[in-house]
């Protein structure tokens, strides 16, 4: 039996290696490394790019008006991965509230009600309950500016939720949130579903072309549509179409189901 | 050449994360096995996407279009939801884990031999 799992090793490492050795060199990845030289200000030529990821550079500032390129990868080109991804988070949380159910539920009824989370012995200092608080509001206000700013800046759903999640982690452990587990489960869930159908609601409304299309870019400059030119520039925050709006709510998933994961592990460890 | 040392690095994450995997017996550190092996995957998608003095795929206040140069940014993207996903499976495993030691009051996974009383 261990010369089978040592025979396995060498075989996983002796394939990793020859994997490495057929990889292109570090720092020269497919595709035209100068790709932004030879454009200029002329019209979106497609057919001059070698690879998908050349044609994002060029094109996808001026046909998703974001900034991020990233941003406009995860939220335009291939939202459908974005929505997927999204999903997999939710059944995750799903599933990790179902478990802990089950697991409170047969511990009996004494434990399985309002919780008695934050009953530390000698109780928390006050000095960490305020100074957690303040940094909350920090912390919070971080997080919206991330996803707010996530078609111009580095930032997007995705990062900005977990960022406020880490702040629900600090409610956590000074004990701030301590009444009422179950209804703060709620309430979280509540506003985990609304992003998650966000999400999809707004790739239904764009489906006269596509699911998930971006009919919003370069259109009225009233509804995130302000069109935006080629190269560095510091952009607008009203630009980039559903863009914005998709990352709100994937934040608005992320922020809110890794909360209701931290909250419920919380609990569970409290009631040991 | 010195640059090849990256991947180098991609495989010795991802051969060590197998080494713990197959010897370890402790359900946690198979989760922390897991998770170096997570790390791994995501370190070679930066490596591939690698270009030298090259910026971060974002316009605002890069440098001007003469002299700029851009990192790939598809696995830029992969990597960003990866790390959300990873966070949550992680959690996912976790708390299989507790449920393992709650029913059976072991992690080691050479004692888990079924459920004797499962009621």
Do not use: C, W
Not at chain 1, 14 to 29: K, T, Y
């Amino acid at each position: 039996m261990r010369l089978a799992s040592f025979l396995s090793l060498v075989l996983i490492a002796a394939f990793l290696f020859v994997g490495i050795l057929r990889l292109h060199p570090v720092g020269e990845p497919l595709g035209n490394p100068d790709v932004f030289k030879d454009r200029g200000d002329a019209i979106t030529d497609i057919k001059n790019v070698d690879t998908m990821d050349d044609y994002y550079l060029r094109n996808g500032q001026t046909e998703t008006g974001s900034n991020n390129l990233v941003a406009s990868v995860v939220f335009d080109y291939r939202a459908f991965d974005t929505l997927g991804e999204a999903t997999v988070l939710f059944i995750v949380v799903s599933s990790i509230s179902m478990l802990f159910f089950t697991m409170i539920k047969r511990k009996g009824p004494e434990t399985s009600g309002v919780s008695r989370i934050g009953e530390f012995p000698g109780g928390v200092s006050r000095v960490i309950t305020f100074g957690s608080f303040l940094l909350y509001i920090l912390i919070i206000t971080f997080g919206i500016y991330l996803v707010v700013h996530g078609h111009l800046s580095p930032g997007g759903g995705f990062q900005g939720g977990a960022v406020m999640a880490s702040a629900t982690a600090l409610l956590l452990i000074s004990s701030l949130m301590t009444r009422n587990v179950q209804k703060t489960k709620k309430i979280f869930s509540f506003f985990e579903s609304l992003g998650l159908t966000l999400f999809i609601g707004i790739g239904f409304v764009g489906i006269g072309v596509s699911f998930l299309s971006n009919f919003l870019a370069n259109g009225n400059p009233l509804l995130f549509g302000k069109a935006i030119a080629f190269g560095p520039n510091p952009g607008y925050l009203v630009s980039a179409g559903t863009l914005p709006l998709l990352s709100l709510a994937i934040g608005m998933e992320v922020f809110f189901g890794l909360s209701i994961i931290l909250v419920t592990m919380y609990h569970a460890a409290k009631d040991e | 050449m010195t640059d090849f040392f990256l991947y180098v690095t991609v495989v010795l994450l991802i051969f060590f994360g197998m080494v713990a995997l197959i010897y370890k017996r402790n359900l946690i550190k198979i989760v922390i096995a897991l998770n170096i092996i997570e790390a791994g995957i995501n370190l070679l998608f930066i490596a591939l996407a690698y270009r030298p003095n090259g910026t971060a795929p974002i316009f605002t206040l890069a440098p001007a279009l003469g002299e700029l140069k851009m990192v790939l940014p598809t696995p830029q993207a992969l990597i960003l939801t990866n790390i959300v996903i990873g966070f949550g499976t992680t959690a996912l495993m976790l708390t299989l884990a507790i449920l393992t030691y709650q029913n059976n009051h072991t992690l080691d996974i050479r004692k888990l031999r079924g459920v004797e009383n499962n009621d």
